[in-house]
């Protein structure tokens, strides 16, 4: 895991994310598309609070805040080809009610939050530790150089998931 190639796609999929949000109008951001789930205000609040998380769970690795677990064989698979398996998945309960429909200017302030916490965070990763590991809601114990990775495959899954919705309007 390369965390300079991994800091540049993060960045790369931030832009996609902001770019797309350019593009999206006022109304077509909050509506629940044709397909049902997600509005796209729900999907950007959902990641970009998500991805906050996962970098607190990156600092909390490098504060010396987690355990010496062993991370899944699954997981490294994951991390490793850098996609989750195929299929749809229920957000993890603890993160349930944190999904809610918010507004384009909020959803580009969460942008910009992320952007210099990943910052923040990339600068500090050489320092840290990999048998200190934090829990992941479904994945398990992760190090802060797989917290960073996690937050590269999370963000480009529901990129997909953005496209999905836009395809549903344009039906």
């Known amino acids: 895991m390369n965390t300079a190639t991994i800091f540049s796609s993060l960045q790369r999929i931030s832009d996609a994310y902001n770019h797309k949000l350019q593009s999206i109008s006022d ?9 049902g789930g997600w509005s796209y205000s729900e999907v950007y609040a959902h990641i970009f609070d998500a991805s906050l998380l996962s970098l607190q769970a990156l600092e909390d690795c490098l504060n010396g805040k987690g355990k010496d677990k062993p991370t899944a064989f699954a997981v490294k ?13 229920k957000i993890p309960k603890q993160l349930e009610g944190r999904a809610k429909v918010i507004t384009k200017k909020e959803a580009q302030d969460l942008i910009g939050q992320f952007e210099k ?25 992760l190090s802060a150089r797989q917290w960073f990775r996690f937050t590269e495959v999370h963000l480009k899954h529901h990129l997909k998931q953005l496209h999905r919705i836009e395809k549903s309007f344009a039906q």
């Open 27 to 35: 109304a077509q951001f909050q509506a629940t598309p044709a397909i």
């Open 77 to 89: 698979l994951i991390l490793f080809f850098g996609a989750l398996p195929p299929g749809r998945y």
């Open 117 to 141: 916490q990943l910052e923040a965070g990339y600068k500090q990763i050489p320092r840290a530790r990999d048998n200190v590991k934090s829990k992941h809601p479904r994945l398990g114990y």
